[in-house]
């Protein structure tokens, strides 16, 4: 693999990063202004006006691969363009390229009917309206995504859906006008043929937000991570998504690019951790010396370099065999990733806590939010745990055959 950037991708990185110098970091305080002066789940006008320039500025829509829709970026050519956006919270937004908007356009694209794509994916792809993905359940351990039992049942030319799901990230938000709900349609079916998602508009009578759940105290709003109630709730039967118990196939398509944003956008966070610590370490002193030479603090510094460039390597080669050989050749690389990028900038952000003192869990700086952010990602888009799973499985078939593996649990 040849990790040079074309000249294609490294003019859009420069412009991705001017953007974001001129725009994006000055207005991060006035966006935490604006949010806690008013309605904390309404839109901010400094969020409107950060798209107004995007968009003016050709930085729109810059993921989806393989589609006339965006940029004609493959998976490789955007990952870098994700990592400048992951350095501010708000750094997604303003290029319409937002989880989980970007998956759910993902999916119409890839799998929507031309009268679905019409009716959610362009204004999605217009930045008029916002998505919401409902999947994760309260009531089982959802790492196993065949528990889910939220069901959607077919009365004539309905589905009526009944079931309760949280962690719908983007649902508080007003501008979420339409959900992907994933849920058990084929109870008798394979295991992987027993779901189905299904596009719920978020007014549809019975769609209840019952509460915008916090993380580590971090409300996210105005984009929030919701519990929602399905209760009888009434969607025409051609709302399903490529067809009945199609779900787990579409899930797969759907999460194979989310995680190369994710673990891009992880690593951005990393990078201006990283930059703010050595800043830290050499403005600040202490027993007569910069912070920098005293302890192992020099040590902490090459570490996170180190674990840094090694993680953005290990992602671009996912990125790489996605856009080479395919998601499902592509599974182990993708599932490391998803441990690597988020535990990467755990530890990164956590030495810069350190450096920053009291000053490193306040909110005078960013590091404590992000460490709470990236804790999350540890869960999302499946555990650790699972995705170590899927590697170890992957290691072991190398050597012995299925039907062995399967005799010896």
């Known amino acids: 693999m040849d990790f040079a950037y074309s000249p294609k991708v490294q003019a859009l990185r420069e412009r991705v990063s001017a953007f974001m110098e001129e725009h994006v970091y000055p207005a ?195 984009h929030g991570h919701a519990e929602v109630l399905f209760e009888n709730v009434r969607v025409p039967y051609e709302n399903v998504i490529l067809g009945e118990g199609r779900g787990f196939e579409i899930a797969q398509g759907r999460l194979g690019p989310g995680r190369i944003h994710h673990c891009m956008r992880s690593i951005g966070m990393a990078e201006r951790a990283l930059k703010l610590m050595c800043q830290r370490s050499v403005s600040r002193s202490a027993f007569g010396k910069p912070l920098a030479r005293l302890g192992g603090n020099l040590d902490h510094i090459a570490d996170s370099r180190m674990e840094i460039n090694m993680a953005r390597l290990l992602t671009l080669n996912a990125a790489y065999m996605m856009d080479t050989v395919g998601n499902k050749v592509a599974a182990s690389e993708i599932a490391q990733i998803k441990v690597v990028a988020p535990n990467v900038a755990l530890r990164v952000i956590d030495r810069a806590i350190q450096i920053h003192g009291g000053a490193g869990v306040s909110n005078d700086f960013p590091l404590a939010y992000w460490y709470a952010m990236q804790r999350t990602l540890r869960l999302a888009d499946g555990p650790d745990e699972v995705h170590r799973m899927m590697v170890g499985k992957y290691e072991l078939g190398k050597y012995v055959s299925r039907e062995q593996m399967k005799a010896s649990r």
């Not at 004609?72 to 990952?79: C, F, H, M, R, V």
């Not at 351990?141 to 009944?162: F, K, Y």
């Not at 019975?206 to 915008?212: A, F």
Request: aromatic share 8%; net charge negative.
């Open 28 to 222: 991060e305080a006035v966006f935490e202004q604006q949010v806690a002066e008013g309605d904390r789940w309404q839109p901010t006008a400094i969020m409107e006006q950060l798209k107004d320039k995007a968009r003016e500025a050709g930085l729109w829509n810059l993921f989806l691969p393989e589609s006339e829709y965006g940029a004609g970026l493959s998976n490789t050519e955007y990952a870098p363009l994700a990592e400048i956006m992951g350095s501010s919270l708000i750094g997604a937004e303003p290029f319409n390229c937002s989880a989980p908007d970007t998956g759910n356009m993902e999916v119409l694209v890839r799998y929507g009917s031309a009268e679905q794509k019409k009716t959610w994916l362009e204004p999605l792809l217009a930045g008029e309206i916002r998505s919401a993905f409902a999947m994760t359940e309260p009531g089982v351990a959802s790492s196993d995504a065949t528990n889910m039992q939220a069901r959607a049942v077919r009365e004539g030319d309905q589905w009526l859906i009944n079931g309760r799901k949280w962690w719908t990230s983007g649902a508080c938000d007003p501008r979420c006008k339409i959900m992907i709900f994933m849920g058990l349609t084929n109870p008798d079916a394979p295991k992987h043929q027993q779901h189905s998602m299904i596009l719920v508009p978020t007014d549809t009578p019975g769609v209840k937000i019952i509460r915008p759940l916090p993380v580590f105290g971090y409300d996210d709003a105005p």
